[in-house]
């Protein structure tokens, strides 16, 4: 499975930004995609996460009530849309996909490489 990550850039605080992730290979063998984040000096954590089959989805505390992850099927694409941004949000965004369930933040086994978010005050 591969993952390719795009839509980071730059944008001032109060904005909005929308992530997408496609998804190629071997993608029936995934049951969850995910979206995690790293900003500078911190480890990576868990954003949100949706399954392909129901759309059910997960999402850190953080960002609940903000961002909304959604999917397309027909395109193997996952969507991040993400309001009402903050600085604290900047980081590095990564998606990740892995079979098993979205309430399990651990076990993702396929990673595409990070898009930048930046967030300016």
């Known amino acids: 499975v591969q993952l390719q990550a795009s839509g980071g850039g730059l944008v001032q605080a109060g904005g909005s930004l929308r992530l997408s992730c496609a998804a190629s290979?071997?993608?029936?063998?995934?049951?969850?995609v995910g979206w995690f984040r790293q900003a500078p000096g911190k480890e990576r954590e868990f954003v949100a996460a949706i399954t392909w089959s129901l759309g059910r989805t997960n999402y850190a505390d953080s960002v609940k009530g903000r961002f909304t992850i959604s999917r397309d099927n027909a395109k193997n694409t996952v969507y991040l849309q993400s309001n009402s941004l903050k600085p604290e949000d900047t980081a590095v965004y990564y998606c990740?996909?892995?079979?098993?369930?979205?309430?399990?933040?651990?076990?993702?086994?396929?990673w595409g490489q990070g898009t930048l978010v930046t967030v300016s005050s």
């Open positions: 290979g071997r993608t029936a063998s995934t049951d969850v």
């Open positions: 990740a996909a892995k079979k098993g369930m979205v309430t399990s933040l651990s076990n993702y086994n396929y």
